[in-house]
C-alpha cells in the first residue's frame, strides 16, 4: 500500500521499435509492423472478414491513419445538445464545433494481407495494438480473433489459432464511433501502430517485465525485475531465465540469472544492484536496458528487452514532491492527442516537434488528457525528459455525453486500468496515475468507492506511484469524502480554494490538475484591454492580450501566485500546451470554429504571446524578453494601445519612435504586475517600439524592437529541420512568413499560399492556427493567418534533396531544400 505523505520509486520499460521489415533477435523473436498496404473503406460490409472479400476499389492507406482529418468540416457533424447553466438557470446548448467538427463518427473497416515467414510449428504469434478508435472487432482469416472497447487503450490478441503457416493471411478491423461520445475530437481507425509479434514456444508475454528500485542513493540502485514466461508446452522443467543491464553506452554493469521453480508460477524474481547509478531526471534523462533472455533446458528461446531510468520519488506532508530527493514543482501542461492538421494518426516527428517546443518554454511534465497515451509519446518523454501523469478516463459511471465511456466502465474499467499501467509502469517518465478527469461522481454518495476501488487496481498493479484525479467539485469532493481517498488531491481551475482545502484534507499538499485555461487567438489583438469572461467577438477570435477566460478559469498569473507562494502546492498542468480539435470555447456552439483556443501554442505549432509569459516564469536556464502586440493598426492611429513585455528579468523601458514611456518593474501589488510589465496608456503611432530589459542591478542586458510593417513583400521559411531520415515517416516543419521589403512580419496578411515539393519528398499537411478556417489541412494551399502559416514535409524511403516551393498572389516565391539520408 502506499503511503499518502511519502512515496520512493524509480522505473524502467520496454522499448522496442519496429521496423518496416521485420527484426528478428537472436534469432527468437520476430516483430513485423503493419504499416503498408491497408485497404480502407467507411460503411459496414458483412463479409469484410473473409480472405475472399472483394476490396480492390476500396482506399489504400498506410498506418497510422485518421479516416475523418482530410474532412470536409462541418457544422452539422456530431452536433450535440447540452445543458449549460446561466445565472443559477439549466439552458439547452446546442455545440456545434464540440468535436472539431469533423466526419468522425460511423463505421469503418481495414484489411490487410501479409505474410509471417517466422511463424511455423511451435511458434506463438501476437498481435498489438497500441491503439484503435473505436471499438474495434479484429479478424483473422475470417474467424474473429478478439475485440476491445476503449479507441484510446493498448491490446494485444493471441492469433497463433487463426494464423496459416506459409501462406498468406487476412488481418480485418472494423471499427466504430458513436455519436456524442467525446467532448473533443477522437480521430477515427487505425490511428497508432499495429505489431504482429512472433515468438518461440517458450516467451515473455507482451509487456512482460516489471521493474522497480526499491532503493536508490549516490553509491548503488537495488533493481527488482519481475519477468513473465508462457509456454506452449506442457513441460515447463528447465526453465532458466539470465538478465543483464546496460548503460546508455551498451556497458554491462550487472548480471544475474535463475532458476523457474515449481512454486514461481511462471514469473522469474530477480535482484541486481547497479552501482553508482545516474539517476533519470528533466534535466539528465539517462536511461538504462535490461536484456532478458530465456533458455528451455539449455537452448535460448527468447530475448526481450526493457529500457528503464533510475530515479526516486516523494510525495510528502507539508514538503511537497521530490525528485531524487530535490523539491520541486511540477511545470507541466496538459495535452490532448491530436497532432493538429495529421488529426489523430500518431507520427514520432510530430511528437518530437511538441516536446522541443515545450521543453524550450521550460516545461517539464505532462496530462496526457484525458485518456492513455500513445507509446511513442512515452518514450520520448523518457528520452527527452519530461515527467508524465498518465491518465485513463474522463467518465466513470456517471455520463458527460450520450455514448460516453460510462456506458463501458463496469465492464471494461478494471481491464484498461491493468492495460494502461502494465504497459507504461516502467517508464521512468511516468511518476502518477490519473483515474478521471473532472467525473461528475464527485457529486454522488457512491463516488469515494469508486474512486477507491480503481485507486485500489493501480495500487496492486503498481504499489510504487501514486494516484490522482482531476477534481472540478471541490466543495462536493471534500464534503462527500472523495478528495481525501487519493493520493494526490488534484485540483482542476480551483486556485482561490487551496488554503481551505488543504486546511481539510489529509494528505499535506495539493496539485493544480488543470489550471489557467485562458483562451486567445495568436495575433490577434482586442481594443480596449479589459479582463473578460466568455468574451466573444464577431470574428470568432479572442485577445492575445491574455486576459480572456472561461466561466470556470482564470488567467496565468492568478495560479502564478499560488504555486510561488504556497508551499503545499506541488505544481501545475496548463490548459493547455497545444489547440487541439474541438472544444473551442467560448464559441463551441457559434460556427464556424473548429479547435480549440486554450494552447499556449497554435495549432499550426506556433507559440502564442502566452507562450513567452509562461517561458519567462519558468525556463530559468535561458532569458526572455518578448513584447506584444506587433506595431502595425492602421486607422488606430491616436488610440490607446497597451504594451505588455513578458520577460525573465525585473525591469524594463519602453520607448516609441524613441521617447521613453518609463520604466517598469515587477512588483507584488497586483497578480499580473508579479509577472508582467505593461505600459497601459501607450497611444499608438506607427514606427518602431522598443524595450531595453535591466537586470537586478539596474544593467541594461537584452532589447527587443517591433517596427510598423509596410506592404507585403516576400516570404521567409524556417525549418524546424535541416535533414530527415530517408524511412518514409519523418517530418519536417517549416514556418512561412509573409514580411515586407524590410523583413517585417506583415500580421494582417491572408494571402492565398500555394505549396509544391519535388526530389525524394511529399507535400503532408499546412495549418495556420486560425480556428474558424474551413480549409483542409491536406491540400497543397492555404490563407495565412496573422501573416504567418506552417507547412509540413514528409521523406521517401529514397535517400536525396528535398525541395519546397512556397507561392502567392504579390509575393516573391520562396525556395527550400533539405537532405533525406
Known sequence: MIKKNCLLISFSILILFILPSPISFAQTRTEYLLSK????????????????????????????????????????????????????????????????????????????????????????????????????????????????????NSFSID?????????????????????????????????????????????????????????????????????KVESLRTNTSGLRLQTTIVDAKGQLIAESSSDLLATDHMEFEQNL???????????????????????????????????????????????????????RKFKGVCNHHDLGPLGAAINVSALRRQ????????????????????????????EMGFM???????????????????????????????????????????????????????????????????QDICHREDPTRPVTAGM????????????????????????????????KLPQGFILGTETASTVSSRGVYKFPVAFAKMKMYDDNQ????????????????????????LGFVIGEFVWTGFDYLGEPTPYDAKWPSHSSYFGIIDLAGIPKDRFYLY????????????????????????????????????????FVNGKSMGRQVKNNSANMNRYRLMWNDVVYQPGLIKVVAYDENGKAVAEETVKTAGKPHHLVLRSDRNSLSADGNDLAYVTVKIVDAEGNLCPDADNILNFSVSGEGSYKVVANGDATSLELFHLPYMKAFKGMLVTTLQSSEKAGTITLKVSGKGLKTAVFSLKSE
Not at 497463433?160 to 464511433?177: D, H, P, Q, S
Not at 515473455?204 to 516489471?210: H, I, N, Q
Not at 530559468?620 to 490607446?640: A, D, I, S, Y
Open 37 to 152: 498496404n491497408w485497404k480502407f473503406s467507411k460503411g459496414d460490409f458483412k463479409n469484410a472478414p473473409e480472405p475472399t472479400f472483394p476490396d480492390q476499389q476500396w482506399e489504400t492507406v498506410s498506418i497510422p491513419h485518421d479516416w475523418a482529418i482530410k474532412g470536409p468540416f462541418n457544422g452539422q457533424n456530431d452536433l450535440q445538445k447540452v445543458q449549460i447553466v446561466q445565472n443559477g438557470e439549466k439552458e439547452a446548448s446546442v455545440k456545434s464545433g464540440r468535436t472539431g467538427g469533423l466526419p468522425f463518427v460511423g463505421i469503418g473497416w481495414y484489411r490487410n494481407k501479409f505474410t509471417a515467414p517466422a511463424f511455423g510449428k511451435n511458434k506463438r504469434a501476437v498481435l498489438l495494438f497500441d491503439g484503435a478508435m473505436s471499438n474495434p472487432y479484429v479478424y483473422v482469416n475470417g474467424k474473429e480473433a478478439g475485440h476491445w472497447a476503449y479507441g484510446y
Open 159 to 227: 492469433i497463433t489459432n487463426y494464423l496459416i503457416e506459409g501462406k498468406e493471411n487476412t488481418l480485418a478491423v472494423r471499427l466504430e464511433n458513436k455519436a456524442q461520445s467525446s467532448r473533443w475530437y477522437t480521430g477515427a481507425g487505425l490511428y497508432r501502430n499495429v505489431h504482429l509479434i512472433i515468438t518461440e514456444d517458450v516467451n515473455v508475454p507482451v509487456w512482460g517485465t516489471y521493474l522497480t528500485t526499491p532503493e536508490v542513493n549516490a553509491d548503488f540502485a537495488k533493481v527488482k525485475i519481475k519477468t
Open 273 to 327: 544492484v547497479v552501482k553508482n547509478p545516474v539517476l533519470w531526471s528533466p534535466e539528465s534523462p539517462v536511461l538504462y536496458k535490461a536484456i532478458s533472455k530465456v533458455y528451455h533446458q539449455g537452448k535460448l528461446k527468447d530475448e526481450y528487452s526493457t529500457s528503464f531510468g533510475i530515479r526516486s520519488i516523494k510525495f510528502e506532508a507539508g514538503k511537497g514532491f521530490s525528485l531524487n530527493g530535490v523539491y
Open 355 to 382: 516536446l522541443t517546443l515545450l521543453k524550450d518554454m521550460g516545461c517539464d511534465a505532462i496530462r496526457t488528457s484525458h485518456n492513455m497515451p500513445a507509446p511513442e509519446l512515452v518514450k520520448l518523454c523518457d
Open 388 to 454: 508524465m501523469m498518465v491518465e485513463s478516463f474522463d467518465e466513470w459511471k456517471a455520463r458527460k455525453v450520450a455514448n460516453g465511456y460510462s456506458h463501458l466502465f463496469d465492464e471494461w474499467a478494471e481491464k484498461d486500468l491493468v492495460n494502461m499501467i502494465h504497459r507504461d509502469r516502467n517508464n521512468p517518465s511516468v511518476v502518477m496515475w490519473s483515474i478521471g478527469n473532472e467525473v461528475p461522481d464527485q457529486s454522488t454518495k457512491n463516488g469515494n468507492k469508486i474512486a477507491k476501488f480503481l
Open 472 to 503: 472540478d467539485r471541490i466543495n462536493d469532493a471534500i464534503n462527500n469524502n472523495f478528495a481525501s481517498i487519493l493520493d494526490v488531491p488534484g485540483f482542476n481551475y480551483k486556485p482561490m480554494l487551496y488554503d481551505n482545502a488543504n486546511s
Open 542 to 565: 479572442s485577445s492575445s492580450y491574455d486576459v480572456e477566460f472561461c466561466n470556470w478559469s482564470q488567467i496565468p498569473d492568478d495560479e502564478f501566485v499560488k504555486q510561488d507562494d
Open 615 to 654: 517561458r519567462s516564469n519558468w525556463n530559468k536556464e535561458k532569458p526572455t524578453l518578448h513584447v506584444l502586440p506587433h506595431w502595425t493598426f492602421p486607422g488606430r492611429e491616436g488610440q490607446v494601445t497597451p504594451v505588455f513585455c513578458y520577460t525573465s528579468y525585473p525591469s524594463a523601458e519602453l
